[in-house]
C-alpha cells in the first residue's frame, strides 16, 4: 500500500515515444500496461494486477536494453505472476511457523525470475544473452522490494544463478515454481484443522475407569 502511494506521487508518465513505440509493440494482447518513471528505484519492475504498471528507474535505456526490459515485465504480467506471489504469500502467513515453507516460498520466487529470463531470452544469439546479462548487472539492486511486484534484477547471490541460466541452454523452469507452489498449497492443507466428528449411527464407548461401579 505504502509503495503504491509512493509511486502514485512521485513517478511520471514515460514521454519518450521509442519506449511507448516498443512497449505498444511487444504488447501482444493489444493492451499495453502503464508505463512510468519512478526514479526512487534503481531496477525496473512491475505491479498492479488488475491495473498493471512497469516502472522504470529513467530514460537513459538504450532501445536494445528497454526492448529487455519490457519483454521481461511483460512476461511476469502475462503469467500472472503478481497473482501467484499473492497466494504464495497468504500460504506462507498461514504456515508463519514453518521454516519450510518459507524457504520453498523463497526458492518459487527466484525460479520465477529464472524462468522468465529463460522464456525471453531462448531466441536470444549469445551476444543478446550477454547484453541482457549486463543489464541485470546494471540494474542490480540490493534494496527490498515488495513481495507485490516483479523486477529485472536483485543483488546477492541469485545474480549468479541467473546470468548462469540466461548463458547457458536450459528449459523453462516453469513447471519447479508450480511444485513448489502445490508443495506450500498441500503443506497448507494438511496442517489446517480437522473437526473430528463420530459417523451418524455410530456411537463412542466411554473408558471405564476406577471408580466405575459395573467394574468388579
Not at 523453462?172 to 449411527?201: E, H, N, Q
Request: glycine content about 2%; some cysteine; proline content about 5%.
Amino acid at each position: 500500500i505504502n509503495l503504491k502511494k509512493d509511486v502514485k506521487k512521485y513517478s511520471r508518465e514515460c514521454s519518450d515515444e521509442t519506449y511507448l513505440n516498443i512497449l505498444k509493440a511487444e504488447s501482444r494482447n493489444g493492451k499495453s500496461p502503464s508505463l512510468r518513471i519512478y526514479e526512487k528505484c534503481r531496477t525496473p519492475f512491475a505491479m498492479g494486477f488488475f491495473h498493471p504498471i512497469i516502472l522504470i528507474p529513467s530514460e537513459d535505456f538504450s532501445e536494445d536494453e528497454i526492448t529487455m526490459i519490457i519483454r521481461h515485465e511483460l512476461c511476469h504480467i502475462s503469467r500472472k505472476d503478481i497473482l501467484l506471489k499473492i497466494f504464495m504469500m497468504i500460504f506462507r502467513s498461514f504456515n508463519w511457523f514453518n521454516p519450510f515453507v518459507h524457504l520453498m516460498c523463497r526458492q518459487a520466487f527466484e525460479d520465477m525470475e529464472i524462468s522468465v529470463d529463460e522464456n525471453i531470452s531462448v531466441d536470444y544469439t549469445n551476444e543478446q544473452k550477454r547484453k541482457y546479462s549486463e543489464l541485470i548487472l546494471k540494474t542490480a539492486s540490493e534494496e527490498k522490494m515488495t513481495e507485490v511486484s516483479t523486477y529485472l534484477s536483485s543483488g546477492g547471490k541469485k545474480l549468479k544463478d541467473r546470468i548462469s541460466s540466461i548463458l547457458k541452454k536450459k528449459k523453462d523452469s516453469f513447471y519447479p515454481i508450480a511444485i513448489s507452489f502445490l508443495t506450500v498449497f498441500g503443506m497448507f492443507i494438511s496442517l489446517a484443522p480437522v473437526d473430528a466428528k463420530p459417523l451418524a449411527g455410530t456411537y463412542l464407548v466411554p473408558y471405564p475407569t476406577e471408580k466405575d461401579p459395573y467394574i468388579s
